[in-house]
């Protein structure tokens, strides 16, 4: 009970998933009950006649030996024909009763999955004489008693006419019987339209409590989408750092180190036949710089010191190439780098 208390907030939408793939969902039996008697319904008031019509004349042709001789061979034939005349009774009770089921709870197909605690006759009884097992149990009771009540008015209703009945022909029974049989589906139908509607409220309020969460829950929930915050800066660490040797192993490629001359390094390359303007291959502050410019004396590269043309070369992103309006300050340094390999 305590922890039903702490589950205080409406179900996230993710919890609400997991739930449908459960196989939890709000859904009243009653309410598919009442759509399977609507199509009983409607086939009656449009075919109810000819429904009853075509029975009796079944039940004559049967018992009058029209089918033949072998009782096996009549009974099939009059099974077929049954069937044949009851064919849009099923096929109206299925669409309806499947309608409305997409009504309630939308394209749902339940998991199949083997539960060997409903096998248990332990679980079970706990389960009858749980808080839900007894709720069942007294809603099942109520349309019990309430049903009856309703067919015995019925019955009262048209008791007398039963003698006058029995002495007809049996395609006027029939006749009298459609009704009979429509008046007491539509007392029926009312009756059951009633429960389906308290019996669907139930069931959505007795769904609605039982995903319901708790704060901490839903914190972990969130952790669980969104990543846990810890898990998150250590993840960025760590691509940081990949990205950074990534960067410096491109150092190597570099025509020259631009400097101011301690905080800040910029490594360009230019290759005049490759690239229409020199490119930020790798830039750094701090400790980055200085290894940029330990790389880069290792190999070779020499490393020029312009304190304005370094800062502002920093603030462009690797791997991207300098805007025109550097083209001379850059220029400049290059020539100067190539005069000097050329008197080398």
Do not use: C
């Amino acid at each position: 009970m305590a922890e039903q208390d702490e589950r205080s907030e409406q179900a996230t939408p993710r919890r609400r998933q997991r739930a449908r793939e459960k196989g939890q969902i709000a859904k009243s039996r009653e309410v598919t009950a009442l759509a399977g008697m609507a199509g009983v319904l409607l086939v009656i008031h449009f075919g109810g006649q000819y429904v009853f019509t075509e029975m009796s004349d079944v039940t004559i042709k049967f018992l009058g030996l029209q089918y033949g001789m072998d009782p096996f061979l009549a009974t099939r034939m009059a099974l077929i024909k049954t069937f044949t005349i009851l064919l849009p009774f099923f096929i109206a009770v299925m669409t309806l009763a499947v309608a409305s089921d997409v009504a309630q709870v939308g394209f749902f197909l339940k998991p199949l999955e083997l539960s060997l605690s409903k096998l248990n006759p332990l679980e079970g009884l706990q389960r009858l004489f749980s808080f839900n097992g007894l709720i069942d149990f007294f809603k099942a009771l109520l349309k019990f008693v309430a049903g009856g009540f309703i067919f015995y008015l019925v019955i009262k209703r048209d008791i007398y006419k039963l003698p006058y009945i029995m002495g007809l022909e049996l395609k006027q029974i029939a006749s009298i019987s459609v009704v009979f049989l429509k008046n007491a589906m539509w007392y029926g139908f009312f009756y059951l339209f009633i429960v389906a509607s308290i019996s669907y409220v139930f069931e959505k309020w007795r769904f609605e409590k039982s995903i319901r969460m708790s704060k901490e829950e839903i914190k972990e929930e969130f952790k669980e989408t969104e990543g846990d915050p810890k898990v998150k800066s250590r993840i960025r660490s760590i691509q940081r750092e990949q990205a950074r040797k990534r960067m410096m192993a491109e150092v190597p490629k570099a025509t020259v180190i631009i400097t101011n001359p301690t905080h800040l390094a910029v490594a360009l390359r230019y290759r005049e036949t490759e690239m229409s303007a020199p490119k930020v291959i790798a830039k750094g502050s701090g400790y980055v710089a200085e290894k940029i410019r330990e790389i880069a004396k290792g190999n070779g590269i020499p490393v020029i010191e312009d304190k304005p043309l370094a800062r502002t070369l920093f603030k462009l992103e690797v791997n991207t190439f300098i805007p025109p309006e550097l083209y001379k300050a850059v220029a400049r340094i290059l020539a100067y780098i190539f005069k000097l390999k050329g008197f080398a």
